[in-house]
């Protein structure tokens, strides 16, 4: 995601600044930019784009002083342009501040703060902060940063410099990591990052922000305070911090402390599933908020059919869609391998919904498919990660799945990402086709409580032996099925192809009753079969197909909800996870099919992160 760095003291600010983003670069960003301060101004310069671009407009038109911010940006709202790059500042250019997160209430803020006068140079939801900040100013900075945020809704790791107030640096969390960096040695001078990575070439001393809580920095010291009732005309609480030594190299910083970033994207689930649905969940109305359809969202509803389009992992999620739109918004889905589709004359008019998912939002056979559907009348829509991708810009609609860069070639937070956002569009769609209020204030209920059922297995997984079994038993097996029916089916695919894709190891995914029409054969003594069986409508039919491996001798890993009641006898294994709405289940089912190629890869030393073979974003066809 974005990244923050800033600084002040004794030294030159921008070689600071800029290597403590290079530092960041591993979090992915698609544009950067610095602001420094000399005690005459503010001087700002940002670029679209990777550092080199930054670095070689810094020596065309460098910047000096002594203090300074600086930012990676990861789009999240509006294009990756050079104007959308952080650092943004208010009318005056007097303020300048860099964000990491998401302002929920920039519509209401932005038309306020227009009807005032003021001017927007970014499609950015961060630039109402600073001029929030501008119209809030009175005496002092940090007094219009806590005025100012009074009015915000949303998350923010916000750093803020204003030339009325040199020296200072005013650093807040909600929401969002960031840490404040002291000196090591003698020298006079701080630091502040989203990520301790940016600074550790300097110092290992850190204070790590809390959410509520707001540092003033300057070169010789800095101040800390509890936000909470200040800017509503309480007063600001000073609060004693601890200061942290950093043990950690950077490379294990770069992963969060995890062994690789696969590990960390699966574990960042339940964060990433709640940005999925930030801001989009109406409680009362029982549906989803999609701003990013509102334009085509007659096109959508009226519809004749749809179709839906992707590749890999992506194109498991669109099966999984397919359930979700044909039970509950009645609408009629086909889903196409995007390569497929795109070469095969596909029957497709202006009455047709096309949507593409695409974590990367640059796949060849992706964009492919999605610019035939256009040249054939539909509408095309985008469920793409990477904002301002080529799918992205080309779809005439979408809505982004805000998982943050993904780092790890086998998709994972992507995968329950765009499960997230499927579920938000049907769930909108179903009410406009005859889902009732109730039902929908269900299915909105169901979404809440998902990351932190998520949370639950994964915490379940740490401390429990049920993987550490498996891994034991199968990790030098040859061959695996994956079984499992309705919603599930996907998931046994998914399942599948996360294990072929990183341990190198045979996996067939297949719908259970399929298996007695060929693979049943393959079934001998010893051969795992991971069923994904929870207790949905499909669950007595699926034990059915677990006694028919057994009956052959196979070994069963069944994955389950909490409430089934499969005696352990029948199954070897046995993983569960919550139960949740049927169709919302294949998000808490695949995250232990995850663990468990992961483990598995691990213990047979494959590059989890870098298959062999395989590649991130696969731009040729
Ligand atoms: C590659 C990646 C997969 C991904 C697929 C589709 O094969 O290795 O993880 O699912 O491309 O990528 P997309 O970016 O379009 O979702």
């Given at each position: 995601?974005?990244?923050?760095?800033?600084?002040?003291?004794?030294?030159?600010?921008?070689?600071?600044?800029?290597?403590?983003?290079?530092?960041?670069?591993?979090?992915?960003?698609?544009?950067?930019?610095?602001?420094?301060?000399?005690?005459?101004?503010?001087?700002?310069?940002?670029?679209?784009?990777?550092?080199?671009?930054?670095?070689?407009?810094?020596?065309?038109?460098?910047?000096?002083?002594?203090?300074?911010?600086?930012?990676?940006?990861?789009?999240?709202?509006?294009?990756?342009?050079?104007?959308?790059?952080?650092?943004?500042?208010?009318?005056?250019?007097?303020?300048?501040?860099?964000?990491?997160?998401?302002?929920?209430?920039?519509?209401?803020?932005?038309?306020k703060?227009?009807?005032?006068?003021?001017?927007?140079?970014?499609?950015?939801?961060?630039?109402?902060?600073?001029?929030?900040?501008?119209?809030?100013?009175?005496?002092?900075?940090?007094?219009?940063?806590?005025?100012?945020?009074?009015?915000?809704?949303?998350?923010?790791?916000?750093?803020?410099?204003?030339?009325?107030?040199?020296?200072?640096?005013?650093?807040?969390?909600?929401?969002?990591?960031?840490?404040?960096?002291?000196?090591?040695?003698?020298?006079d001078?701080?630091?502040?990052?989203?990520?301790?990575?940016?600074?550790?070439?300097?110092?290992?001393?850190?204070?790590?922000?809390?959410d509520?809580?707001?540092?003033?920095?300057?070169?010789?010291?800095?101040?800390?305070?509890?936000?909470?009732?200040?800017?509503?005309?309480?007063?600001?609480?000073?609060?004693?911090?601890?200061?942290?030594?950093?043990?950690?190299?950077?490379?294990?910083?770069e992963?969060?402390?995890?062994?690789?970033?696969?590990?960390?994207e699966?574990?960042?689930?339940?964060?990433?599933?709640?940005?999925?649905?930030?801001?989009?969940?109406?409680?009362?109305?029982?549906?989803?908020?999609?701003?990013?359809?509102?334009?085509?969202?007659?096109?959508?509803?009226?519809?004749?059919?749809?179709?839906?389009?992707?590749?890999?992992?992506?194109?498991?999620?669109?099966?999984i869609?397919?359930?979700?739109?044909?039970?509950?918004?009645?609408?009629?889905v086909?889903v196409?391998?995007?390569?497929?589709?795109?070469?095969?004359?596909?029957?497709?008019?202006?009455?047709?919904?096309?949507?593409?998912?695409?974590?990367?939002?640059?796949?060849?056979?992706?964009?492919?498919?999605?610019?035939?559907?256009?040249?054939?009348?539909?509408?095309?829509?985008?469920?793409?990660?990477?904002?301002?991708?080529?799918?992205?810009?080309?779809?005439?609609?979408?809505?982004?799945?805000h998982?943050?860069p993904?780092?790890?070639?086998?998709?994972?937070?992507?995968?329950?990402?765009?499960?997230?956002?499927?579920?938000?569009?049907?769930?909108?769609l179903a009410?406009?086709?005859?889902?009732?209020?109730?039902?929908?204030?269900?299915?909105?209920?169901?979404?809440?409580?998902?990351?932190?059922?998520?949370?639950?297995?994964?915490?379940?997984?740490?401390?429990?032996?049920?993987?550490?079994?498996?891994?034991?038993?199968?990790?030098?097996?040859?061959?695996?099925?994956?079984?499992?029916?309705?919603?599930?089916?996907?998931?046994?695919?998914?399942?599948?192809?996360?294990?072929?894709?990183?341990?190198?190891?045979?996996?067939?995914?297949?719908?259970?009753?399929?298996?007695?029409?060929?693979?049943?054969?393959?079934?001998?003594?010893?051969?795992?079969?991971?069923?994904?069986?929870?207790?949905?409508?499909?669950?007595?039919?699926?034990?059915?197909?677990?006694?028919?491996?057994?009956?052959?001798?196979?070994?069963?890993?069944?994955?389950?909800?909490?409430?089934?009641?499969?005696?352990?006898?029948?199954?070897?294994?046995?993983?569960?996870?919550?139960?949740?709405?049927?169709?919302?289940?294949?998000?808490?089912?695949?995250?232990?099919?995850?663990?468990?190629?992961?483990r598995?890869?691990?213990?047979r030393?494959?590059?989890?992160?870098?298959?062999?073979?395989?590649?991130?974003?696969?731009?040729?066809?």
């Amino acid at each position: 995601m974005c990244g923050i760095v800033g600084y002040v003291g004794e030294r030159e600010a921008s070689p600071l600044l800029m290597e403590g983003l290079k530092r960041l670069e591993y979090r992915g960003y698609d544009s950067a930019g610095v602001a420094v301060e000399n005690g005459a101004g503010l001087q700002i310069r940002k670029k679209a784009g990777k550092l080199d671009g930054l670095t070689r407009l810094l020596q065309d038109r460098p910047v000096e002083g002594t203090m300074g911010i600086a930012h990676t940006r990861w789009a999240t709202h509006g294009a990756p342009t050079t104007d959308n790059a952080h650092p943004h500042h208010d009318c005056t250019g007097t303020i300048a501040l860099v964000h990491n997160g998401i302002i929920e209430n920039e519509d209401v803020l932005r038309t306020k703060l227009q009807e005032l006068g003021h001017e927007f140079e970014s499609e950015t939801d961060t630039e109402v902060l600073v001029h929030l900040i501008e119209e809030a100013y009175e005496d002092n900075l940090e007094h219009a940063v806590a005025a100012a945020l009074t009015q915000v809704e949303g998350t923010y790791a916000l750093v803020v410099v204003s030339e009325r107030d040199p020296g200072k640096i005013v650093a807040v969390r909600q929401g969002a990591p960031l840490l404040v960096g002291v000196p090591d040695g003698d020298r006079d001078e701080r630091f502040v990052a989203s990520d301790v990575a940016a600074i550790l070439g300097h110092t290992r001393k850190v204070i790590y922000l809390e959410d509520g809580e707001l540092a003033i920095l300057d070169r010789e010291g800095y101040e800390t305070l509890e936000m909470s009732g200040w800017g509503n005309g309480g007063a600001p609480q000073p609060i004693e911090k601890e200061i942290s030594h950093v043990t950690w190299d950077l490379e294990q910083i770069e992963r969060g402390g995890f062994d690789h970033f696969m590990l960390k994207e699966i574990c960042e689930q339940p964060d990433t599933i709640r940005d999925a649905m930030r801001g989009r969940l109406l409680e009362e109305e029982g549906t989803a908020r999609l701003g990013g359809l509102n334009e085509i969202w007659d096109d959508l509803k009226d519809a004749d059919r749809m179709v839906i389009t992707a590749c890999g992992t992506s194109w498991h999620a669109a099966l999984i869609g397919e359930y979700m739109l044909e039970e509950h918004a009645r609408m009629p889905v086909e889903v196409e391998y995007a390569s497929e589709f795109r070469y095969r004359s596909p029957v497709v008019d202006e009455d047709t919904a096309v949507i593409a998912i695409s974590q990367s939002g640059e796949t060849a056979d992706t964009l492919a498919a999605m610019r035939e559907a256009k040249r054939r009348g539909a509408t095309a829509i985008g469920i793409v990660n990477v904002v301002g991708s080529t799918i992205a810009r080309e779809t005439d609609g979408g809505v982004y799945t805000h998982s943050g860069p993904e780092i790890g070639v086998a998709s994972t937070k992507a995968f329950t990402g765009q499960l997230t956002v499927l579920a938000l569009i049907t769930l909108k769609l179903a009410r406009e086709r005859g889902m009732s209020i109730l039902e929908g204030r269900e299915v909105v209920s169901a979404l809440q409580e998902l990351p932190a059922q998520v949370q639950r297995v994964l915490d379940a997984e740490r401390e429990d032996s049920s993987l550490d079994e498996i891994v034991e038993a199968y990790s030098e097996q040859p061959n695996f099925l994956y079984l499992g029916r309705g919603y599930n089916f996907p998931i046994a695919l998914e399942g599948a192809l996360k294990l072929k894709e990183i341990s190198y190891l045979h996996a067939e995914g297949y719908p259970a009753a399929e298996m007695k029409h060929g693979p049943i054969a393959l079934i001998e003594e010893g051969m795992p079969a991971v069923f994904v069986a929870p207790t949905d409508s499909v669950y007595q039919k699926i034990v059915s197909n677990i006694q028919e491996v057994k009956a052959r001798g196979g070994r069963v890993v069944a994955i389950t909800t909490e409430d089934s009641q499969t005696p352990p006898a029948e199954v070897d294994h046995i993983i569960r996870v919550p139960r949740t709405l049927e169709m919302l289940q294949p998000i808490l089912t695949v995250v232990p099919l995850q663990l468990m190629a992961y483990r598995i890869a691990v213990r047979r030393g494959c590059d989890v992160d870098q298959p062999r073979n395989l590649a991130k974003s696969v731009t040729v066809e």
